[in-house]
T-cell receptor, first 109, second 116 residues
Framework: EDQVTQSPEALRLQEGESSSLNCSYTVSGLRGLFWYRQDPGKGPEFLFTLYSAGEEKEKERLKATLTKKESFLHITAPKPEDSATYLC??????????FGPGTRLSVLP | DSGVTQTPKHLITATGQRVTLRCSPRSGDLSVYWYQQSLDQGLQFLIQYYNGEERAKGNILERFSAQQFPDLHSELNLSSLELGDSALYFC???????????????FGPGTRLTVT
């Protein structure tokens, strides 16, 4: 069965303190790995799609990378407005998106 | 703004009742997906429609049903509501059509359902 796990469950950073979030997956055939940001009570906001190992995507302070077994979301010099839950999802052959449980990020001023 | 719209934003109803949630996809997207998000659970996929036809089913209860209309908007019908059905319900749309999802989904703002 396809599975997605994320770590840590929660992360508290000081403003400017860089870190990485992890998304590990076990799937039979990866069509794409997707990162989303979700604010409380809001719909997930699409961030990145990664398709193959070695691929990287960047947007402002965020950079997503992909290996054959996991993906990392690197946050460089975060600001309080980066506080949110970050979700990863995998799209696989024969199945719709499988979402991970998310990492709840808090950035303190 | 993702371009996906959902109505209503909030819904409060009693146990045993029936409600309908509505979703309009982004312009050009033919696929609509419905998800449920409860406090203690992550995003759970319910059902997918593509151009009016059901394409995939997830953990959708028999009390729940959905359809997609010719103008591509979709409705999720929840009946015989129970307290445990209280959750956020999200609709997403994608240009991808099959059950081999390789394209991103764009989510609407959600409908918060409270069953009392």
């Amino acid at each position: 069965e396809d599975q997605v796990t994320q770590s840590p469950e929660a992360l508290r950073l000081q403003e400017g303190e860089s870190s990485s979030l992890n998304c590990s997956y076990t799937v039979s055939g990866l069509r794409g790995l997707f990162w989303y940001r979700q604010d409380p009570g809001k719909g997930p906001e699409f961030l990145f799609t990664l398709y193959s190992a070695g691929e990287e995507k960047e947007k402002e302070r965020l950079k997503a990378t992909l290996t054959k077994k996991e993906s990392f979301l690197h946050i460089t010099a975060p600001k309080p407005e980066d506080s949110a839950t970050y979700l990863c999802a995998v799209g696989t052959y024969g199945q719709n998106f499988v979402f991970g449980p998310g990492t709840r990020l808090s950035v303190l001023p | 703004d993702s371009g996906v719209t959902q109505t209503p934003k909030h819904l409060i109803t009693a146990t045993g009742q029936r409600v309908t949630l509505r979703c309009s996809p982004r312009s050009g997207d033919l696929s609509v997906y419905w998800y449920q998000q409860s406090l203690d659970q992550g995003l759970q996929f319910l059902i997918q429609y593509y151009n009016g036809e059901e394409r995939a089913k997830g953990n959708i209860l028999e009390r729940f049903s959905a359809q997609q209309f010719p103008d591509l908007h979709s409705e999720l019908n929840l009946s015989s509501l129970e307290l445990g059905d209280s959750a956020l319900y999200f609709c997403a749309s994608s240009i991808d059509g099959g059950t081999n999802p390789g394209r991103e989904q764009y989510f609407g703002p959600g409908t918060r359902l409270t069953v009392t």
